[in-house]
């Protein structure tokens, strides 16, 4: 069964349904269990399990120290271009948008890298905004290569491509791909999605699927928290990770759970995220999935951050910056507005004061001493 028959089968009636049925002696029995399902993660979403957030932070807490002891993998963004050819309302870089418009030449992608590299740092995600006439395939390999010269992992979060072009960009050095589904609920998808590449909903659906066959290591996918009902959407990115983990065993499979920040134009959250609901969905993901990496980006607080990391966090943005050329030269505009701005070396001192270990490189952790 393809994924979008999966999603499909349940739709977002029926799944309010089964999320208005739980009751807390539901929750319980889940909790109870060392094995859950995917039908588990709306037991542990509904209203009925906030009484239980406790005991479910708890049993994350448990799980992750025994899954992935107390490291945290860090890495920064390294946005080289943010020309877009999509209309998206939500996103700083869609077309119709006035803003401060760059594209790095190679020699700019070095000097962005190296600075990256001088903060001790050596994983990195490569970013653009969705334009192949700006970045096509053969300009991202050679950023790909560029920065392989300087740094050890490198994620790329970029357009839906076909196979044959993720194929090309593994030898060069990609080993890891974001793709954010955005919204899952389809309906949403398209009142969102009205122009440009991106409103080819299956396509992207099915990018990481694509991703993993031609080879790369990692796939990160997840929702835009905010964008449509929260508790549907996170379920149906837990059948979205369900599925890859089936289809591609040998892939480490991770979720992010960005939630919306403030943009260049207004624009109304449909579905705000609480601090509360935030914590349930990321329990309720490393209940279900003991195993899987889980995103904790700068949209979120220092303080949020900091306190939500023993409940199943494994991965964090730090140094960050969300405009092109933000590393070493003159920056656009943001992509959005980040919430926590400590630097590389402050990041690594915070974890270490909160008794956990920076992994910085792929062959050691990078840690400072106090």
């Not at 080993?175 to 389809?186: G, H, M, N, R, S």
């Not at 899987?292 to 951050?305: A, D, M």
């Amino acid at each position: 069964m393809s994924l979008l028959t999966t999603i499909r089968e349940r739709s977002s009636a029926e799944c309010h349904a089964l999320l208005g049925a739980v009751t807390p002696r539901h929750v319980e029995a889940v909790l109870a269990r060392s094995r859950l399902t995917t039908d588990d993660f709306l037991v542990l979403a509904s209203d009925a399990a906030t009484a239980s957030l406790e005991p479910m932070a708890q049993k994350a807490r448990s799980l992750t120290r025994r899954h992935f002891g107390n490291a945290i993998v860090l890495f920064t963004p390294l946005y080289v271009s943010n020309y877009c050819d999509n209309a998206c309302a939500y996103c700083s870089f869609a077309k119709q948008f006035r803003i401060s418009r760059r594209h790095l030449s190679l020699d700019e992608v070095a000097r962005e890298a190296d600075a990256i590299a001088a903060t001790g740092m050596r994983h990195v995600l490569v970013l653009t905004g969705e334009s192949r006439s700006k970045a096509p395939v053969d300009y991202l390999e050679g950023v790909v290569r560029t920065v392989r010269q300087r740094l050890s992992s490198i994620g790329i979060e970029v357009y839906p491509m076909a196979q044959d072009e993720y194929a090309r960009l593994v030898p060069a050095g990609v080993d890891a791909l974001t793709v954010y589904q955005e919204v899952y609920d389809e309906d949403a998808y398209r009142r969102l999605h009205k122009g440009g590449p991106k409103s080819n909903y299956e396509f992207r659906l099915d990018a990481p699927d694509r991703a993993c066959r031609a080879g790369i290591h990692t796939v990160t996918v997840g929702p835009l928290l905010g964008l449509a009902d929260y508790r549907v959407e996170a379920y149906r990115a837990a059948l979205h990770v369900a599925h890859l983990r089936k289809a591609h065993p040998s892939v480490e499979v991770s979720v992010a759970l960005p939630r919306m920040r403030p943009l260049v134009a207004e624009f109304e959250v449909a579905c705000p995220v609480s601090d509360r609901a935030y914590v349930q969905l990321l329990t309720a993901f490393r209940l279900v999935f003991p195993t899987i990496g889980i995103t904790v980006s700068t949209r979120e607080s220092q303080e949020f951050r900091d306190n939500i990391l023993p409940l199943g966090i494994t991965r964090m943005s730090a140094g960050v910056s969300t405009a092109v050329g933000g590393h070493a030269g003159e920056a656009s505009t943001a992509q959005f507005e980040i919430a926590d701005t400590r630097s590389v070396d402050q990041m690594r001192l915070d974890l270490m004061r909160l008794g956990f270990q920076a992994v910085m490189h792929d062959w050691h952790a990078g840690m400072l001493t106090p």
